[in-house]
């Protein structure tokens, strides 16, 4: 059986367009025939706009697989607004078989923002401590988060009217924090991977420029954030620097 690399890359609207995916898959694809994984992307809708955007269809992973009889040790989900070095190592081996994900040290007024008012609104008052907020850019895990993954898609059902109001009118996360709470409050046995495994908010951080700094300290690259002048601006040209001599 081999491990699975899954990306969603739903085109929907002018912006979507414009994003720069395709570097960002051919990265991942390069990276997956090097270790012997499969990429597997997602580029239709599941569920109608209205109902799930295609940030949430990331839940959808494990029914997706197991519909196209797709076997496998363990998945990574990862945005597809990244891009990967192709020495990057095989994190699969080093996961321990457990949930993994990389802590998210960008915005701490927005992590906080969406920890406390989820708490609030739909979690009964649960907190945990900010430093174990993962970004959900990059998440590895395996059969035995299923069930997970199931609770997460029927509390989003649930509580639809709820979370979209939350977002829209208090500036908080979409699907990452309330995967958080879930990974957080049902006791879920994961490990943190150093942020050279997602190397988020660069442009905050001050490691995204001309020179490339990105490229030397870490092994994936994740876009968000919009930095200047675009995404996709970054996306293309990390892919060039990295893979134009190579493949």
Same mark, same amino acid.
């Given at each position: 059986?081999?491990?699975i ?7 929907h609207?002018? $912006?979507?367009?414009e994003?720069?995916y395709?570097w ?5 694809? %390069? ?6 994984c499969t990429?597997f992307?997602?580029?239709? #809708?599941?569920?109608? +706009? ?14 997706l697989?197991d ?5 496998y040790?363990?998945?990574l ?5 990244t891009? *990967?070095?192709?020495?990057c ?5 080093f ?5 993994c994900? *990389? @802590?998210?040290i ?5 992590? +906080? $923002? ?6 609030a609104?739909?979690f ?8 174990? =907020?993962? &970004?959900?850019g990059?998440?590895?895990? &395996?059969?035995t988060?299923?069930? #997970? ?8 059902f649930?509580?639809q009217?709820? /979370? ?5 009118? +208090? ?8 995967? %958080?709470?879930?990974l &957080? ?6 490990k943190l +991977?150093?942020?050279?495994y ?9 490691v ?7 490229? @030397?300290?870490?092994?994936? =690259? ?5 930095? $200047? ?5 970054? /996306?293309?040209k990390? =892919? @060039?620097? #990295? ?5």
């Amino acid at each position: 059986m081999k491990n699975i690399v899954y990306m969603v890359n739903i085109v929907h609207d002018d $912006r979507s367009k414009e994003q720069g995916y395709e570097w960002s898959i051919q990265s991942w694809k %390069n990276w997956c025939d090097k270790n012997n994984c499969t990429l597997f992307v997602l580029d239709k #809708l599941v569920y109608d +706009l209205k109902e799930m955007k295609p940030q949430w269809h990331k839940l959808l992973v494990f029914d997706l697989l197991d519909n196209e009889g797709v076997n496998y040790d363990q998945i990574l989900f990862v945005d597809s607004d990244t891009i *990967v070095h192709p020495d990057c190592p095989n994190f699969f081996e080093f996961s321990d078989n457990k949930f993994c994900g *990389v @802590r998210n040290i960008g915005s701490m007024d927005w992590i +906080l $923002r969406s920890i406390e008012n989820y708490s609030a609104y739909l979690f009964d008052g649960f907190l945990f401590p900010y430093w174990k =907020y993962i &970004n959900s850019g990059f998440m590895i895990m &395996n059969k035995t988060h299923k069930k #997970l993954f199931k609770d997460i898609f029927n509390f989003y059902f649930t509580n639809q009217e709820q /979370i979209i109001w939350l977002q829209n009118n +208090l500036g908080v996360g979409t699907d990452q924090p309330i995967i %958080n709470f879930f990974l &957080n409050k049902n006791k879920i046995d994961y490990k943190l +991977l150093p942020y050279e495994y997602n190397m988020h908010d660069m442009m905050r951080l001050e490691v995204l420029g001309e020179d490339m700094l990105h490229t @030397r300290h870490g092994w994936v =690259y994740h876009f968000n954030c919009w930095p $200047r002048p675009t995404p996709m601006f970054w /996306i293309e040209k990390t =892919y @060039r620097f #990295l893979y134009d001599n190579i493949v």
